[in-house]
């Protein structure tokens, strides 16, 4: 952050001399075309308008340091353009003024005369240059600020963003992990081959949930093996009381989505729906395409009961919906419906524009 502050006020200094520099020789220019139109031109009158260039660009850079080393940002606005009119009609007196003894300094000949009508000429016209000075300087001053106030917003919200998501993230891997080891640990005892399995099956899990959770959004592909692996786990637990399909269209593949949407999602079903069943039941996951929208619909067999009316809210989906909310600005949510006397479905709709 220190580093770029350095370059950008190395910058900001570089591009005020390049706009001071050409903005009075402009000035410079401009007045000696119309010197030489209205045939007034000299030679002393072009080292006096020289002089004055170079007298102006000192003035104007004295008030900016004072300005910049002071608290005129901390007035309110009405004081601080107060403030900026007086120094406005301070440099319109003084320069033209200066102007004056530098022309008498320049040629002699010339008798010094205050406060005459021709003085009074040059404070109109120096006004002009330095009304337009004093607003291209304070606008540029005020647009600076605001951006680098907006950047400091920006940057608040993404590192609120990120930490959040660290929170969130840090919440659902040790909640899966827990389940999953406890899946385990019932079939150490009972079947030693299944247990291998089924810790082959958690490495290659723990594999994609630390790889893939690192990132923001993961394809749909990516995400169809983490489910898969999971479900498969969940398989060998659970044996004939547990049955699954995983139907994503193929064209849905390479678009993404935030991590362990499907995981989270199936994990629910099994812990609110197969796990409380006698029987068992089954779990279809399809992610299809409606419209201009990635529709997931997550199905098994269960009932919706009082407590879980507003969605089942454990901590995986709590957290599923908040990822939700701090990455699409639409807002989407989790729909819980009771689709039949025994089936429950879990829908979330994304928006494709985010996914891609």
Not at 169 to 197: C, K, M, V, W, Y
Not at 284 to 294: A, F, H, P, S, Y
Request: aromatic share 14%; hydrophobic share 45%.
């Amino acid at each position: 952050m220190n580093k770029y502050f350095r370059i950008d006020r190395v910058s900001r200094k570089k591009l005020y001399w390049i706009f001071q520099a050409c903005g009075w020789m402009a000035m410079l220019f401009y007045e000696l075309i119309n010197y030489i139109g209205l045939g007034f031109f000299t030679i002393p009158d072009f080292l006096s308008l020289m002089g004055l260039t170079v007298i102006a660009m000192l003035y104007t850079h004295f008030y900016r340091y004072i300005i910049n080393h002071s608290n005129f940002s901390s007035h309110t606005y009405l004081v601080q353009f107060f403030w900026m009119l007086v120094s406005w009609v301070a440099l319109s007196l003084i320069i033209p003024l200066t102007g004056t003894f530098l022309f008498y300094f320049i040629n002699h000949k010339v008798k010094l005369n205050f406060f005459n009508l021709n003085y009074f000429m040059n404070v109109i016209n120096w006004s002009r240059y330095l009304a337009v000075w004093l607003l291209m300087y304070h606008i540029s001053k005020f647009l600076y600020y605001k951006s680098r106030a907006d950047l400091r917003q920006l940057h608040t919200a993404l590192e609120l963003q990120t930490a959040q998501l660290e929170i969130l993230r840090l919440q659902l891997n040790p909640h899966f992990l827990f389940n999953a080891l406890n899946s385990i640990r019932s079939l150490i005892i009972t079947d030693g081959e299944q247990a291998r399995n089924a810790t082959t099956l958690l490495s290659q899990l723990l594999r994609h949930t630390l790889n893939y959770e690192k990132q923001r959004f993961i394809s749909l592909e990516q995400e169809a093996d983490i489910v898969k692996d999971y479900l498969a786990l969940e398989k060998i637990r659970f044996e004939e009381r547990l049955e699954y399909f995983v139907d994503i269209e193929p064209e849905l593949f390479e678009l993404t989505v935030p991590p362990s949407i499907l995981l989270t999602l199936a994990e629910n079903a099994i812990k609110h729906g197969i796990s409380k069943l006698v029987k068992g039941g089954a779990i279809v996951v399809e992610v299809k395409k409606k419209g201009d929208l990635i529709s997931i619909m997550v199905t098994n067999n269960g009932k919706i009961t009082v407590n879980e009316d507003k969605g089942r809210q454990g901590i995986g989906i709590t957290n599923l919906n908040k990822r939700l909310k701090l990455f699409y600005p639409s807002h989407p949510e989790l729909m819980l419906q009771q689709v039949a006397d025994d089936r429950v479905a879990a829908t979330i709709q994304l928006p494709m524009e985010h996914s891609n």
